[in-house]
C-alpha cells in the first residue's frame, strides 16, 4: 500500500540506490590491490530514478501488468576512470572513502524519510506517535 | 537489503585477502636471515565463479622472488664456498614494511566498508522496531 505513495517510492529508490553503490565501493576496495583491476561507480540517483521512471509503463489498473523489478532497476555500471597504477589498478582509496561517506549520508536521508512520512501518515490516521 | 549483504561478503573476501597477504610478509621477514631463502610473493585476482566474476578478490599463487640471493661473507660458515662467501636470503626488509603497511591500510578500508554495511543494514532494520 506504501509504496504507491511517492515519497514512499522515492524514499525506498534511494535506499537500494544507496546499498547497491555501497556494494560496488566494497568492491572496488576489496579489488584495490588486484592487478589490472578497473574502479567501478553506479550512474547517480537522479539519472538513476529518472530513467527508471520513464522505462516503466504506467499502471492506471491493478490488473496492468507491471514489475517492481523494472522499477528499480539496477543502476548501470560506469567506468570510475582516475589514474592508473603500474599494474593497471586504478582504484584510489581516498576517493572510495568520499563516495562511502556520501553513500552513508543518502541511505541515513532516504531512512528518516521513510520514517519521518510514516509518521505523518500516523498522524493522520490519529494515532499519533 | 541483499546488496549490504553482499558487500559484507566482498569486504570480508579482501580483508582475507590482506590477511594472507601480511602472513607472507611476516613469514618473509622471520626468514629474513635463513640461508638460501627466497622471498615469497603474493598476488591478487578477481574470484571466479562458475565462469562468472563474483567481484570478490581472492589471492593467487604463492610465487618465490627471483632476485639474486645476497652473498654474505663468513669464512667460518659451514656453507662458505672456497671465497669464504655463502648464500644469504633475499629478503629486503625495507620492502616487507612497506609492503605490510600497504596490506594494513588496505585491510582497513575493507574493514570500515564492512563496518558502513552492517550499520546500514541495523538502521534499515530500525524501521522495523517501533
Known sequence: ?129 | MSDLFNTLQLSASGMRAQANRIRHVSENIANADTPGYHRKTISFESELQAGKMTGAVQSGQIELDQRELSKIFDPGHPMADETGHYDGSNVDLVVEIADAREAQRSYEANLKMFDQARQMSKSLLELLRR
Open chain 1, 1 to 129: 500500500m506504501f509504496d504507491k505513495i511517492e515519497i514512499f517510492r522515492l524514499a525506498n529508490s534511494l535506499a537500494v540506490h544507496s546499498a547497491n553503490r555501497q556494494s560496488v565501493i566494497a568492491q572496488n576496495i576489496a579489488n584495490s590491490d588486484t592487478p589490472g583491476y578497473r574502479a567501478k561507480d553506479t550512474e547517480s540517483f537522479s539519472d538513476n530514478y529518472k530513467n527508471s521512471d520513464s522505462s516503466v509503463l504506467r499502471t492506471t489498473r491493478q490488473t496492468h501488468l507491471t514489475s517492481d523489478a523494472a522499477r528499480n532497476t539496477a543502476a548501470k555500471l560506469l567506468d570510475a576512470g582516475g589514474e592508473s597504477s603500474p599494474n593497471g589498478n586504478n582504484v584510489s582509496l581516498e576517493l572510495e572513502m568520499v563516495k562511502a561517506t556520501e553513500v552513508r549520508h543518502q541511505h541515513d536521508l532516504a531512512l528518516s524519510v521513510y520514517s519521518s512520512s510514516l509518521n505523518i501518515i500516523r498522524t493522520s490516521l490519529g494515532r499519533g506517535r
